[in-house]
Structure formats: C-alpha cells, structure tokens
C-alpha cells in the first residue's frame, strides 16, 4: 500500500510542480515589463508561456534525476530545499547557455532569472505545505510505512524509541522477531528462523535488521529471505554509533571501506566556498560594526584601567592553540585561562555587563575570521584546560577540532551556551560537521540574527 501512496504522492508533486511553473512566468512577466518598463518591442507574453511549456520535460527530467521526486519522509526539509535550489540553478544555467548557443530566441534574460527565483520560492513553500499535510495525516494514522523489525537488542530498542517518539515520520513497527520476547508493545512474531514463514503470512513495506554482533551469523540467511520475498531490506549495523549521518564508501580491490568520519569541508571545493565567504562577511560586518567597535573601545578604557582587548588562548582547528579576540568586560585578573564567566561575574565592570549583554564584547572576533583563525559559523572554541578535560569524558569531542571554530554555531542557536550540556553541545557540533552545507551556514547566520534580538549572549 506504502508503495502505491508513494507513486501517487509523486504524481500530485510533479503535477504541482509544472502547475505552479505558469503562475511563476506570468507574474515574473508583469514584474519585468510592466513593473520595472521593459524596454519597447520586446516579444509577447504568448512566448513564454511555450517557453514554459518547453521547461516542463526539462525540469521532470532533472528532478527526477537529482532525486526529488523520492521519498524525503525521513529527510529533513533542509535537504529537500538544498536539492530543489540546485536543480533550479542548473534549469537556469541550461537556459542561458540555450538562448547564448541560439540567438534567434530573444527571451528577456532578466525575466528568466525573475522566473526562476519565483518558481523556487512557490515551489519551496508548496512543498513544505505538503510536508505539514502529511505530517498531521501520519499522526492520525494515515500514510503509515509497516515494518517488520529483526532483532531486540540495544539497536532494536534505539531504533523502536525514534520511531515511536516522532510520529509524524509515519512509520509503524507492528512485530518483530527475536531471540526472545523483549520488546512490550510490538507483537513478537518469534525466532529468526521463522521469518520465512512470517513474510509468507505478512507483507511489510520494509524489513529493518538490527542485529547485535554476536547475531551477525544471521544476517546472510535474513536477507536473502527477504530479498527471496520481494521485501525492502534497511540495515542497522552493530557499530552504528560510530557512523556519522552520511556515511561514503571507498572501494579497494573489490572491498567497500566506510569512511567513519566524512566532512563534507575536507572537499577543496566547499573549503573555498566557506572561506570565501568568510573573508567578505567579516570585511563587510567590520565595516558596518566599526562604529560600535569605536564606542566600545573607549567605554572599556574609561571603565577600568587595562587593555581594551582581552586575548584568549583557544584550541582551534587542527587542534592549534590560537588567540581570540573580545573586548574586555572584566577587570584584569588571573583567572582568565580557567575559569568561565557567569552572568553574576564580580569581576565584570559596569560598562562590561552592558556589551556583554548584546554581545558587542564578540565583535573583535570578525578579526579572528579575517585572519583564518576562526570561521562566521562553526563549534565554539574552548580553552586548552577544558579541552583536555573533556576529552577524556566526552565522546568523540575533539572530532570538533577537524573545522574552524566559529562566532556562532548550530549548537549556540539550539540554545546550548554558556553553562549548558557539553553533551548536548557536542551532538550538535557534530550533526554541524557532518552535515554541513553553505545554505546550512546561511541559516544558521539569519537564525542568530534573531535570537541577537532577543539580547542573549552566545557563548
């Protein structure tokens, strides 16, 4: 059943899709030629709705092809964007270089950019609606994907807990197979040598397999009975924790080799986007912040005798030690190598509490970036005493130290800062590391922006 809802929600995405393609060409035509005066002679609006026409195929065939028109049910919204963005940039890129190669067609470039900007943006919103349909839909217990679990180990128990806390990820596991009845509230169905005989009696949409390691003698047996039925087949492995979100395989001489720890900024080409980026939006906030920074800089001297800026020694990437920059908010004191700050500080000045409140004190950090040190978006840097400390106590903490730190991070705008979980913080510098992408870096910018609204300090 799973299978023909999801042909047909395929079929009500790609109608929809070409549908709002009209609408998208029309107002881009009365943006470019009545609202901003085109100029005089330009070709009719008949011209381009065939123009849109002629997209259609395009635009089915490079969808399809970038994946998105499979299932995003358990993808977040994110992804499907990221796809959508770059497959319109693509349509557009193959549109220019049509209308370059053939001159004859005198199709207003402008318009076509206004097109495809605007086909993103209503095809975007059209697609998170559908979302939030389906989403209360899987809540009430439509669009449900049945699963047929193996295993009751630690693997089993994780995987069920996921599934049943989020509801909205619509799928339902209604048995499981075992070694023993161990999982109270899902049907126990028995052995692993029964699966045959269960698949015989059931059709699940999908057969998941979370076997502990010392059951891995049967897992040949349990796929090629699955297989043997005609049933998708997904793989939880034993060393599962130890895989990032998006694993990559290498293969040498016939052998596939996970790679535990892909980043997708050890990619020379993603390295360059990001410290591009960084480089203009540090030279730009500089710019517009060295007001504030002027005014900060003589509070802090008139405050209390000292330096203006306060330099501390933080592990950055690649583990070297580097100095970030703030504007000093305390008075000079001893404790700046190992102790944090509370908001109740006695060491802070009047003037200090005041920047620190707004965050102005984390404005010389734009210097921090501009150097290389430190990136816009990234894990927050620690001091050397902490880090020593936590990796002994927290798992796969220093994997943070593989990127730049930064200003702000995805950790920082999830509310961990300041005196929160290292754990919590940690699992999101690592979801940050794993899963980084320039639109991710973008949201995580404008997100800061509006809990800056909010006069929180980002820590």
Request: charged share 20%; proline share 5%.
């Given at each position: ?454 006069s929180e300090k980002l820590k």
């Amino acid at each position: 059943m799973i299978k023909e809802n999801q042909k047909t929600l395929n079929q009500i995405n790609g109608l929809t899709d070409v549908l709002l393609l009209f609408p998208c060409m029309l107002l881009a035509y009365f943006i470019r030629f009545m609202l901003f005066q085109g100029e005089p002679g330009h070709i009719g609006l008949s011209y381009y709705l065939y123009a849109t026409v002629c997209i259609i195929p395009l635009l089915w065939f490079v969808y399809s092809l970038m994946g998105l028109y499979d299932s995003f049910r358990a993808k977040n919204f994110l992804t499907e964007f990221s796809l959508l963005l770059r497959c319109n940039i693509i349509l557009f890129g193959l549109m220019l270089a049509f209308f370059f190669v053939f001159k004859e067609f005198h199709l207003s470039r402008w318009t076509l950019f206004i097109f495809f900007a605007l086909a993103t943006l209503f095809i975007t919103f059209k697609r998170w609606f559908l979302r939030r349909i389906l989403r209360t839909l899987r809540e009430k217990g439509y669009n449900l994907k049945h699963v047929l679990l193996i295993g009751c180990g630690e693997q089993a128990r994780t995987y069920y807990q996921a599934i049943h806390q989020d509801r909205t990820l619509g799928f339902c596991i209604d048995s499981y197979l075992g070694p023993r009845d161990r999982l109270p509230g899902i049907s126990y169905l028995g052995s692993y040598e029964a699966l045959s005989h269960v698949l015989d009696r059931i059709n699940p949409d999908e057969v998941v397999i979370a076997l502990e390691a010392e059951e891995y003698p049967y897992l040949q047996d349990i796929i090629v009975n699955s297989e043997k039925h005609g049933v998708k087949v997904s793989l939880i492995p034993f060393y599962s924790r130890f895989m990032p979100s998006h694993p990559v395989y290498d293969e040498v001489g016939g052998i596939a080799l996970v790679n535990i720890r892909h980043i997708p900024l050890d990619n020379i080409g993603n390295a360059f986007l990001k410290r591009t980026m960084d480089i203009i939006g540090s030279l730009l906030l500089i710019l517009l912040t060295s007001p504030l920074m002027l005014f900060a800089a003589v509070g802090v001297k008139l405050s209390s005798p000292g330096p203006i800026l306060f330099k501390q020694e933080r592990v950055g990437l690649n583990k070297q030690n580097f100095y970030m920059y703030k504007f000093r908010s305390m008075r000079v004191n001893d404790r700046q190598t190992t102790g944090w700050s509370t908001n109740a500080d006695p060491r802070k000045t009047k003037f200090g509490s005041f920047i620190r409140k707004f965050s102005i004190d984390e404005l010389p950090q734009f210097f921090n970036v501009l150097k290389g040190d430190m990136s816009l978006v990234g894990p927050r840097p620690e001091l050397p005493f902490f880090v020593n400390q936590f990796k002994e106590e927290i798992p796969l903490y220093m994997v943070k130290h593989q990127v730049r730190p930064g200003i702000t991070g995805w950790a920082q705008v999830n509310g961990f800062r300041g005196d929160t979980s290292i754990q919590g913080r940690i699992e999101h510098d690592l979801y940050y590391i794993e899963n980084w992408t320039f639109l991710l870096d973008i949201k995580i910018l404008f997100m800061t922006v509006f809990r800056f609204a909010n006069s929180e300090k980002l820590k």
